[in-house]
């Protein structure tokens, strides 16, 4: 079943220019994808985010969030209750001082019953790992931990798509890895729809798919092995390659015959692998 | 610089009081500052003052902690309390004590100026005890509830409940980010330890501006953060948590209702301040 659906989707933030932040855009992402959304600061990327929930609306074109048109206001709530936005600054998206009813603030919005929400938060904090920290205050806890309470704000919606707009940026590498975590496990586990908008190539890497924006167009679009293979295209929209796969590009341009690698246990193979032939 | 500030004054413990609903104790603050304007004579006020002792023992915060709250105050109540000694414009009975140009000191006065000063730091005392006892977000949930009636004659009383713990939510990082916005301006030279309170003033503004602007851009993206989780104000909105009175808030009825009764009895059986006066001076 098709999730999301952009058709020739053009936005522009101010009415009188003729600049588009997004700018005929067509896409469509499946249910239960895992999609990252690549591109360099400025290249529309968040701004394609908030097509899908609504916070904006597109100046032409088309967005649907299964089968639902974005442009109907009587179906924005609908579409916000079933698509689930993490941002990128985890105190920003934080209304109360203790971590459950944060949590209870989604299902309270859509009028869940008292017993249910209770229930929901049980399941919210169970998928992130943070049940011990039910009655903490958000404040004296980590980047990666405040991230996830806010994945768990958002799941407590039972959303089908989760949208994470830059939501690993400003965290330490734990914290990044903790959230890429719960989120790899809710797209495995729970068959969530995933959209991952983010400027780390490596977290990529853990995605089905991988679109590359670049000045408000779409101008990649494919597995993300493939992507980091045409690493001179990347080049051209700014875009390093991750890590591994850098590395591994230097070491041929300097005479190594390595084959292709991605993460650091690929790439270690293939040196192996090279070492042992020579 | 900020660092030793904490919001409110909540004193971490279990006890009876703590465990209260907060809109009980909302409530009984109400009844005993009542019961303190009520008590026309200083068998009332000593009757207050028991009730308080009470109260204050049962909530297991220390006597310091809750005295601290006076110091607040303290010049005010001097202030107030000079101004009554020597410009009280009440008749007097007896002959004046010391009589100065319009300045004059009479019976009347220094009763009047005792009992002042003793119902203010009762009323500090008091409802400082509900602010010791309670927590902020649970203070604005009871008054949430309380002003729910107001909400029929459209008064916004979610809306401004939730404005209030967002606030509250708030406060802690705001203090983090004026902490980091000082220390980017010392390290660029900013001088905000010397000088006149105008210098001193005026050296704040390039940490107030920054701080501003972001506390703009947090409220923009926390806007953005409500609406993606279906906020729409207190349309169709349930609630996790729900206030319940119980056994506690019973006692405290009681409690209360004690103590104004107790208060209206002693102002009719023994009269007000200056008939104990008349009874102590003749």
Redesign the interface.
Known sequence: MEAVRFDNVKYSYREDEDTFAVNGVTLSIEQGEFVAVLGRNGSGKSTLAKLINVLLEPTEGSVQVFGMDAADPDLTFEIRKNTGMVFQNPDNQTVASIVEDDVAFGPENIGVPREEIGRRIDFALDAVGMQAFRHATPNRLSGGQKQRIAIAGVLALLPKIMILDESTAMLDPRGRREVMEVVKKLNREQGMTVILITHFMDEALQADRAVVMHRGEVVMDGKPEEIFARSDELETYNLTLPRAAYICKKLRAAGMPVGEAFTAEELAEEICRSLQKA | MLNDVTFGQYYPVRSFVHNMDPRAKIIFVIAYIVAIFLADNFFGLAAVILFLLVAVLLSRVPFGRVLRSVKMILFLVIFTAVLNLFFYAGESAYEPLLQWGIVRITWESVVNTVYLAVRLFLLVLGTSLLTLTTT??SLTDGLESLLKPLSYIKVPVHELA?IM??A??FI??LIDETNRIVSAQKARGADFDTGGIVKRAKAMIPVLIPLLVSAFR?AE??S?????????GSK???????LRFTWRDLVGFFYFAALITGVVLLNVYLGGRFEFLAWILN
Do not use: F, H, N, Q
Not at chain 2, 236 to 242: E, L, P, S
């Open positions: 902020p977000v939730l713990s967002i509250l939510r802690p990082i947090r993206e926390l953005d953060a409500m609406d993606a989780r279906c906020y729409r169709g909105r349930t609630k996790y948590k729900k």
